[in-house]
């Protein structure tokens, strides 16, 4: 497994996440690696604590066994609106059919919807009846194959009346849209703190943020990290991806990229909220953004989606994800086709094959540093460079620094990089990653600098500890991973 694992991450360019199933097991998630998957995704809109961290322990073993560069990433729940459990897990619902709408709350949470009533976890009445929500006139289930028009709505007996456009068979926890919906609920709750803190306390390089709608959602959990490193004395950074995927992110668009480390274009939500013919335009418009800016852009929501039922994707299908990676985006993702389809790895092998056979064409160009970088990994060594290699007495006299702390490269970096290139027919590079190296994995092009180290030198991480050069001096942090800082 592991010559066919480094094998696809030399020569594949745009990455792939997969959503991991509440049950999950190892052998399940090699299968994954296996087929091309470079980041796992954890959605807690499902599953429990447990069950998330059974998923993150047999990934980081699958990690520490084969010495591969997989990351992980948390997909918060958000301020998001859903639907209950149904009798008999679904109910179907005829055009024309009236329904009526209802608050769970803690005290009604075992109440069971059905094709009369629907029990949503927030109280809708209360929020539609504010002159903020006055235009609002439908409700959207199941990413909009459910729509409803509103009749009637009762703030003190906390319900609405609605009367279905269409036909469509609701299953349990539906997402709930409700465009121009001005929600007021707080971005931040206890939920979303819990969440936040399993990501930080397992060390989890990606945090996907769900419905973000200014650049104010994103400070907030900065600063709950900040919170986080006070209280439990070590530090750990996760890049914050907030999703695209309500009018609101739409319009602030701008602001919220230039506070965070990437986007998730989420084109479930987002084409509900919005006109779907609009998306197209907007995705490929944010993945330049994100390219020119340096900054992650992952497309997702029904990339295969017919594969969750069917071994083989419609053509359309394998246009979209060509499409997106034409454009230029650093990742492309499977939500249900990988979390709880029929045929799970078919859908990633399906992925990983159309990302590889169209890599070729000129989506995008690697910086100067990249490039820089993939010619002192690939490039053939000499016999006499290859003892030095095996040799852990042999003291390297170059050390490439790569500085990823905010993904940004430093005018130091790049002076030492610079004396690199003037030693580097000569004598052996060791290449250390600042902070945590997985943080570069989703990016378009990234290479795995860890297995550089690991398969082009032999020092363990102990001998270089004790290596000093270039001034500047190694260490591990409280949850073993490499950091670099400037030698006092």
Known sequence: MEKLIKKDLKIRQTKLIATLGITSEKKDLIKFIEEGVTCFRLNFSH?????????????????EEYNLPISLMVDTRGPEIRTGNFIDGEARILEGKEVTFRFLSPEKKDALSSDKEIWVNVNLP???ATPENSKVTKILLDDGQLIFKIIKINKQEENIKAKALNSWTITNYRGVNIPNLNNPMNFLNEYEKTTIKFAYLNCIEYIALSFVSKKEDVSKVENYLVELEKEFKFHWKPKLIPKIENNLAVTNFNEILENTSGIMIARGDLAVEIPYEETPRLEKRWIKECAKKGKISIVATQMLQSMVNNPTPTRAEVTDVFIAQYWGADSTMLSGESANGNFPFKAVKT??????????????TK?????????????????????????????????????IVDQRWTSEVEE???????????????IIVRSNFKHLLEHWGARSLLWAIHSQTKWSEESILTKQTNSYWLNIDCKNKLILSKKK
């Open 416 to 430: 030492l990089i610079n004396r690199i290139e003037l030693v580097a027919k000569s004598r052996i590079l060791l």
């Open 47 to 63: 599953g429990t604590l447990e069950s998330h961290q059974k998923n993150v322990d047999n990934t980081r073993e699958i990690i």
């Open 367 to 403: 910086s100067g540093m990249i490039k820089i970088i993939d010619e002192l990994l690939l490039r053939e060594w000499s016999d006499t460079e290859k003892k030095k290699i095996d040799s852990p007495s042999d003291k390297p006299i170059a050390l490439l620094v790569v500085n």
């Open 126 to 128: 209360k929020i539609l």
């Open 351 to 364: 992925m990983n094959r159309i990302l590889r056979n169209n890599q070729n064409l000129p989506q995008r």
